[in-house]
């Protein structure tokens, strides 16, 4: 009986640096059954069905390294595993989430492929995974498939997982600066950096935002009171109890006047340039919805202007324009909101989107749009004599990029408005006619100073460039010279590990150091056990990474982890690989011998910094041949000094730990230091010993601590099995 069917047996998420690539994937172990003998070429109409629905295959270059590489392979025939790769990677696009990275491979088992491909967002990839099985089996059974509405429900999954625009472009910043990141929530809080030289964001909030910043920022009258007593102009005005003070106060301000809410946000509630008695009691009812106080203030002429300061200093500036539109003598003002300004392109209800889609409808808020129509005499259903303009909306469209043209006298004021309120990241608004010429000279003013603002108008203004604002907050965070990280130090291999990682956690505690420590036997911090369970694991190792007293981390990682997890940090300072058994197999994940083990441990050695040193076991012909993979420097141990992989590392100068008389030796070339009179726990064996001190000493641990730490040390019975 045919199996002309693919099944999908397992999925692994591998989090972290794997046997595959150093950014996570999703690993898919796939059984395509009979179709193992029916490659791409030999099912009638396949090729045409695949690429009519995905003609963006065509980009694919495959192994073959060229445009239309995959098309090229699947004309020739290959196999559904593969055509499931692209097909997933192909979905993610489409869908928004970039992932140019794949692979698919056989196992020892016939039929059974493991299928793997970047996963920025687990539960984007799992769905793409689903749906791409699915369309290569409508494809192969010649069954129609709706490929929109998955890619529709991709992208659904996307948004509702993804960080906001504002958070993703500062992780993109400390990425492109090889800051490592960490995300703390299913929101925007996001760890930069790890232990004790983390910092942490929430979109555009730091952990240097204070929180009586944020609270005086939300207080416009307390705001202006104080801007006021350091000399930043900011408009006249008070706040109001009744309909009847506003316009009370409104004529011993002079009109026309501007009435908000005390404490709203995003606009909400905020009427301009109003002239009238009923437009400000309108106005008022329309502010008090939103806040319990209300303020009346000084009509600034001009148009609204964002500035984002960000440590002191401006980075981007936006110019707000008023939103209109142009009757033709037979449309409603509902109908011409749609057709001259949803349908641009740059509004929409996403984050993603610059400018606001303008609803009038019960789903949304459209009061103020409402209320500035009437002071017009019109409605949203009223046709207006054609050329006539129509003002919808006088803020909320602030999208327009004037960063070059800001005077600097305009800059310093909005820096200072900052620093009075206490913000290292502002939004500051202010109202002026034009912004490359002092606020004094014409009458203009500081209006809000906002915590936590969108960075999205810089990123994708309607006009202008994008400015590098998420780069201005992670050099605002980390001096040029920091890169958020600690030392870290990974140990793996077929034997000895736990022993290895807990004495190089006692050497840099000895040194001082608080040392978070995540093993076989257990979790620690400062040699204190917080778990009493195995923890050489993904959710362990991230526990360490995100406590902010660590100064230096200790990781054992077991093979089957890495195949399962893959490891908890990206790069590491030291990595050490003990030794490979040629009897250790996991066939339970299609590991059958000693070569493939090798490909697995050698994912310790592939996150080596190349200012880092991978440690390797010079008398384990497999370890040793790992040397040539690491991107930063080696130092070998053995027992004997006669290992002729010793001798040809320390002929080209470089360093190597040994045995001679009893003593310990660090070598390096022909230079040698000696540590003598060392007596180790009775069970520590040679090798264990050597690999540790090794380790020691690229961390820049001299001798003598060494020495004590070799015999101060304690060795679990647990740590000694393992």
């Excluded at 179709?35 to 791409?40: I, K, Q, V």
């Excluded at 054992?556 to 890495?562: G, L, N, P, V, Y």
């Excluded at 990595?575 to 490909?599: C, H, K, W």
Aim: net charge negative; aromatic share 4%.
């Amino acid at each position: 009986m045919n199996n002309k069917t693919i099944e999908i047996i397992d999925v692994l998420s591998l989090r972290g640096p794997n046997i595959w690539t150093y950014r996570p994937v999703l690993e898919a172990w796939v059984d395509i059954g009979d179709l193992e003998d029916s490659p791409s070429n030999t099912i009638p109409g396949f090729y045409e069905r695949l690429t009519a629905w995905l003609p963006s295959l065509v980009e694919h270059h495959c192994g073959v390294g060229v445009h239309g590489g995959f098309l090229m392979r699947l004309r020739e025939g290959t196999w559904p595993g593969h055509i499931m790769e692209h097909v997933m990677i192909e979905l993610q696009n489409l869908a928004g989430m970039q992932s140019g990275f794949g692979k698919a491979r056989e196992t020892g088992k016939r039929g059974v492929y493991k299928v793997v491909v970047r996963a920025r967002h687990e539960e984007v990839s799992r769905a793409a995974l689903v749906a791409a099985r699915d369309l290569v089996m409508a494809a192969i059974e010649d069954k129609p498939y709706d490929v929109q509405s998955t890619v529709d429900h991709l992208r659904n999954i996307l948004e509702s997982v993804a960080l906001g625009p504002s958070t993703g472009c500062i992780v993109e910043a400390a990425t492109d600066r090889r800051i490592p990141s960490m995300r703390l929530n299913d929101g925007n809080l996001v760890q930069l950096g790890y232990g004790i030289k983390q910092r942490r964001i929430w979109t555009a909030e730091t952990d240097q935002t204070s929180a009586i910043a944020e609270t005086i920022s939300s207080d416009k009258e307390l705001t202006k009171t104080l801007l006021q007593s350091c000399g930043v102009p900011v408009p006249e005005g008070r706040i109001v109890n009744s309909a009847a003070d506003a316009w009370e106060a409104a004529e011993s301000i002079g009109l026309p006047v501007v009435i908000k809410p005390l404490d709203g946000n995003h606009g909400r509630g905020v009427s301009t340039n109003l002239n009238t008695a009923a437009d400000i009691e309108a106005a008022f009812l329309l502010a008090e919805q939103e806040s319990s106080d209300v303020i009346v203030e000084r009509f600034i002429l001009g148009n609204e202007h964002r500035l984002l300061i960000v440590g002191g200093k401006l980075v981007a500036a936006a110019r707000g324009e008023e939103a209109t539109v142009v009757a033709d003598g037979k449309s409603s003002i509902s109908e011409l909101i749609n057709s001259q300004l949803n349908c641009d392109p740059r509004r929409g209800s996403s984050e993603d989107c610059p400018l606001n889609l303008i609803l009038i409808d019960e789903a949304d808020d459209p009061r103020v749009v409402l209320l500035e129509l009437a002071r017009q005499g019109y409605t949203t259903e009223s046709i207006p004599a054609a050329g006539k303009k129509i003002l919808i909306q006088r803020n909320g469209n602030v999208a327009f990029d004037v960063t070059d043209q800001v005077h600097p006298t305009v800059a310093a004021a909005a820096s200072l408005a900052a620093r009075i309120v206490g913000l290292d990241i502002a939004g500051v608004d202010l109202v002026v006619e034009d912004i490359s010429k002092p606020l004094a000279e014409q009458g203009g003013a500081i209006v809000e100073v906002n915590a936590g603002p969108g960075l999205l108008m810089h990123l994708k203004p309607a006009d202008g460039p994008a400015r590098p604002v998420g780069r201005a907050i992670v050099d605002h965070l980390f001096a040029e010279d920091e890169s958020g990280r600690i030392p870290i130090i990974g140990v793996t291999g077929s034997h000895g590990t736990t022993v290895v990682s807990r004495l190089i956690a006692w050497f840099l505690h000895l040194q001082g150091a608080y040392v978070g420590l995540a093993c076989k036997d257990g979790l620690f911090l400062r040699q204190r056990p917080v778990l009493k369970k195995a923890s050489d694991n993904w959710d362990a190792g991230r526990q360490v990474l995100m406590n902010r007293m660590v100064e230096a981390a200790v990781f054992e990682s077991s093979s089957k982890a890495i195949l399962s997890e893959g490891l908890a940090y990206d790069w590491c300072q030291v990595g050490v690989v003990t030794n490979i058994d040629p009897a250790d197999t996991l066939p339970e994940f299609y590991i059958d011998d000693a070569e493939q083990m090798s490909r697995v441990l050698r994912t310790q050695i592939d996150v080596v910094l190349s200012t880092g040193v991978a440690v390797l076991n010079a008398a384990d012909e497999r370890v040793a041949e790992l040397a040539s993979l690491c991107d930063g420097s080696v130092i070998f141990f053995a027992a004997s000094p006669a290992e002729a992989v010793i001798a040809a590392h320390l002929a080209n100068g470089q360093r190597a730990v040994f045995m001679r008389d009893g003593n310990i030796v660090l070598a390096t070339g022909k230079e040698e230091i000696l540590i003598d009179n060392a007596t180790p726990h009775a069970a520590l064996t040679m090798e264990n010993s050597l690999a540790a001190v090794a380790a020691a000493w690229a961390l820049g641990i001299g001798p003598e601590l060494i020495r004590a730490g070799i015999e101060t040390f304690e060795a679990t019975d647990a740590a000694i099995a393992a």
